[in-house]
């Protein structure tokens, strides 16, 4: 695996897990989840759900006593935090087990 800041600061064990981590897509989509529902999904409106537009954190800064400017700037500093969770999921994909294939004979030779 290429050395990066990342894995630079993982023990062997932790690398480890998280390539046990890519073993189960489904997980690492799981957990995406669990930690992006609270900033993507807050205010929006679902089935069998209890419906309140003030856990959003869009309105929330909105309709704080931000100037325009600094409202902005709020929203921009949200969508960077996304941003940046989004690239970390990216990273955990890059640990993966690369096991040895065997050498196939060439029945031409």
């Keep these: 695996m290429k050395e990066t800041i990342?894995?630079?600061n993982l023990s062997e064990e932790e690398?480890?897990?998280?390539?046990?981590?890519?073993?189960?897509?489904k997980?690492?989509?799981?957990?995406r989840k669990?930690?992006?529902?609270?900033?993507?999904?807050?205010g929006v409106a679902k089935a069998n759900l209890v419906y309140n537009p003030m856990y959003n954190w869009a309105i929330q800064i909105a309709q704080s006593?931000?100037?325009n400017e600094?409202?902005?700037e709020a929203v921009k500093v949200?969508?960077?935090?996304?941003s940046g969770i989004q690239l970390a999921f990216n990273e955990l994909l890059h640990?993966?087990?690369?096991?040895?294939?065997?050498?196939?004979?060439?029945?031409?030779l």
């Design 6 to 8: 990342i894995n630079a």
């Design 15 to 25: 690398v480890a897990l998280l390539e046990g981590l890519n073993e189960n897509p």
């Design 27 to 31: 997980l690492i989509e799981a957990i």
């Design 34 to 42: 669990v930690m992006l529902v609270a900033i993507q999904s807050n």
């Design 65 to 67: 006593k931000l100037s």
């Design 70 to 72: 600094e409202t902005g």
């Design 78 to 82: 949200v969508s960077e935090g996304l």
């Design 95 to 108: 640990f993966k087990k690369f096991e040895d294939k065997p050498k196939k004979e060439n029945p031409a």
